[in-house]
């Protein structure tokens, strides 16, 4: 075996392509798919060895598996974090970095502007196992001090949030968090590992959907948890046991997937900056969220938190409510409609029927999510056409 660790000079652009390579017998170029659920030993001690903790050997995919192994390294070298444990799904990322923290009593300090099934895990799920759970606006500094005047054991939020973008503050909501004994998780499926940092602004944990961008072509389920080596060893305690491992050809599609993630974010945001700037200076958009657009309420903390770009979502609010939007989306012809994100295809969505429908009338008011809100996942086709596309759609309101 011939190991490729990352060196600590490395640049982003050449964790992305080669930190965790770890190379066969037959010096292949790319990453080899192990796709095995089980491994073999040598000899029976060997076995008896490894499982007493005296051998480093594979022992079952559920534990561990070197195509597994070389997503986990790839991802942990681009994030800055000491270690990543892969996942299933985006899901069972943020349901096991909950897991390994909460008991019974303990209380949890969450962004009631969070992904739907997120909501329900924290909202509904741990509190049937005793868990307080307190939700509060995410923009709103003071509702998150007072949330965490009092010991809390976990906060989780993600910024900009799903799907109008509200930013958190990572490092002041970090120290308050810290203060209150907390551990702060931060899903950053939406700002992706090419625009924040979570680590470094103060959070303890990261969670993705590597469903999103990491894959960014449709094609695989995947999630991962980043932190401490010792934070980390608790995630994979949790997962051999319980078992929501990756599929080693899932993290062989991821794996590849990080080496193109910096070149297709940055040219996806740029597309997305152009949509949000055209969507903007149209007479029947009421309203236009980016955050890098002048009219974003948080200009600063995007400058402080989004290094190189505003992402890949953009929303729209138009004033004809859901029969409009209806419409609107209809007439598109080369946005799909879907509620998936972070696609090379542009995808566009309508967050109060779909995504955001369980949450209730009242919860999308709090939310600030309208009858007319669309959400606009922006991919990586020539943006004239994605304009022309609007362009013809807006027409026909
Ligand atoms: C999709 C998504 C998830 C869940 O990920 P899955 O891979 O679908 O399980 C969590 N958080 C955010 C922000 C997401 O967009």
Redesign the pocket.
């Known amino acids: 075996m011939n190991d490729d660790s990352a060196q600590p000079d490395w640049h982003t652009a050449t964790r992305a392509v080669r930190a965790g390579l770890t190379r066969s017998q037959f010096d292949e170029t790319s990453e080899a798919l192990y796709l095995t659920s089980g491994y073999v030993f040598p000899s029976a001690q060997a076995a008896a060895d490894t499982f007493a903790g005296e051998l480093d050997h594979d022992v079952y995919s559920r534990y561990t598996n070197p195509t597994v192994r070389m997503f986990e390294e790839r991802l942990a070298a681009l994030e800055g974090a000491q270690a990543c444990a892969a996942t299933a799904?985006?899901?069972s990322a943020?349901f096991a970095s909950l897991a390994v923290l909460l008991e019974s009593g303990d209380r949890v300090v969450a962004s009631r502007s969070m992904?739907g099934?997120?909501i329900y895990v924290v909202n509904e799920f741990f509190p049937k196992w005793g868990v307080e759970t307190v939700l509060v606006d995410p923009t709103d500094l003071d509702a998150w001090a007072e949330a965490l005047s009092v010991p809390t054991k976990a906060v989780l939020f993600?910024t900009p949030s799903?799907p109008l973008l509200a930013m958190v503050d990572i490092e002041e909501v970090s120290a308050l968090a810290h203060a209150a004994g907390a551990t702060v998780v931060v899903?950053n499926?939406?700002a992706t590992p090419v625009f924040s940092k979570p680590l470094e602004q103060g959070a303890d944990v990261v969670v993705y959907?590597a469903?999103?961008h990491i894959d960014g072509q449709g094609r695989v389920?995947g999630?991962a948890v980043l932190g401490t080596k010792d934070y980390v060893a608790q995630i994979v305690t949790l997962l051999r046991n319980l078992g929501p491992s990756l599929s080693p050809f899932n993290a062989w599609v991821l794996l590849k997937g990080l080496e193109t993630l910096d070149l297709r974010v940055r040219r996806m945001a740029e597309n997305a900056e152009t949509v949000a700037r055209f969507l903007e200076s149209h007479p029947k958009v009421a309203t236009t969220i980016y955050p890098t657009l002048d009219s974003f309420p948080q200009r600063e903390l995007v400058a402080q938190q989004l290094t190189g770009g505003g992402g890949t979502v953009v929303a729209v609010k138009l004033d004809g409510g859901q029969e409009e939007a209806f419409r609107f989306m209809d007439a598109l012809e080369v946005f799909d409609i879907s509620n998936n994100?972070g696609d090379a295809k542009s995808l566009v969505t309508h967050p109060a029927t779909t995504t955001h429908r369980r949450i209730g009338a009242e919860g999308r008011a709090a939310a600030g999510i309208t009858d007319g809100t669309v959400r606009f996942s922006i991919g990586l086709e020539d943006s004239r056409d994605l304009l022309a596309d609007l362009e013809q759609a807006l027409a026909r309101l």
Do not use: R
């Open positions: 799904s985006g899901m943020v992904f099934a997120i993600e799903n899903d499926v939406f959907s469903t999103k389920l999630g994100l």
